[in-house]
């Protein structure tokens, strides 16, 4: 059985500024996000479309803001929208954590609809190019839930080796942000960026990505303390499963109708 370290959120200080490691793991998921991206800039399918570096310095531009307000207003309506109510102020309190992916999720789907609106370049394109991209911040998020100490796992055997001592919590639990690191993360993020390298239908690639990470989601949320439950199709499942549902079914349709679109095109 494993002790959660609890280091200090506090990663240094700038004067008397705190400079806390969740912040930090969103500027960790940014700098990839720029790095990936120049690599999927070699790849000729890629090229051939006209994608080149500043395309990707001001997506990311717009990406942070979707990423910031969709990922703390769904955190506001998905999953606390009585306790911000009563604490309006804590909406701004970032640095506490707090950022929902599903929130974050929509708000980069309309950030980007308005960048390729802006840039001229053909939305499914977007959305394909940015998808391989996406995975490994998401991980780079729930590193910082665990050093948050967030997020914590359900009751597990003290037998199972990786059990772990969660501060605020009288029994072992699944160390739930490192499972939706690994597997949410960067499991997903190995399929996709494989299946990216080559040439694929219009949206294809975001659709996989959808039904990957909505998959993976429903799967690890079975180790997490779930925020709420609700009853879907007379089902009782976690709101992050709620949440990851639409995901799937979406990434299906989407994809059926990509692979169908290439035949008839």
């Not at 199972?160 to 949410?184: F, K, R, T």
């Not at 959808?210 to 709101?239: K, Q």
């Not at 995901?247 to 169908?260: A, D, K, N, P």
Request: charged share 15%; proline share 7%.
């Amino acid at each position: 059985m494993l002790i959660h370290p609890n280091p200090d959120p506090v990663a240094f200080r700038i004067f008397d500024w705190p400079v806390h490691w969740y912040g930090l793991m969103y500027l960790v998921a940014f700098t990839q996000f720029v790095l990936l991206g120049r690599l999927r800039l070699r790849l000729p399918h890629i090229a051939a479309k006209g994608w080149n570096a500043e395309h990707i310095d001001d997506m990311l531009f717009y990406g942070v803001l979707g990423v910031v307000l969709g990922g703390r207003l769904g955190e506001v309506f998905f999953y606390g929208f009585s306790y911000y109510m009563s604490h309006p102020l804590e909406i701004f309190m970032l640095w506490k954590g707090g950022m929902s992916f599903h929130g974050g999720f929509i708000g980069v789907v309309i950030a980007m609809a308005l960048w390729a609106r802006k840039a001229g370049m053909q939305l499914t394109d977007v959305y394909d190019f940015i998808a391989p991209l996406v995975p490994l911040g998401y991980a780079a998020g729930r590193i910082g839930n665990f050093i948050n100490h967030e997020l914590p796992g359900r009751v597990a055997s003290a037998d199972l080796p990786w059990a772990m001592m969660w501060p605020g919590q009288a029994m072992p639990v699944h160390p739930s942000p490192i499972y939706q690191a690994l597997v949410d993360g960067v499991l997903v993020f190995i399929i996709l960026w494989w299946f990216a390298r080559k040439p694929r239908p219009r949206l294809a690639v975001a659709s996989l990505y959808a039904l990957l990470y909505g998959c993976a989601r429903f799967l690890t949320e079975y180790f997490r303390t779930p925020d709420y439950m609700v009853d879907f199709a007379g089902i009782s499942i976690s709101a992050g499963q709620m949440l990851s549902v639409p995901m799937v079914i979406v990434g299906v349709v989407c994809l059926l109708w990509s692979y169908r679109s290439a035949k008839t095109a």
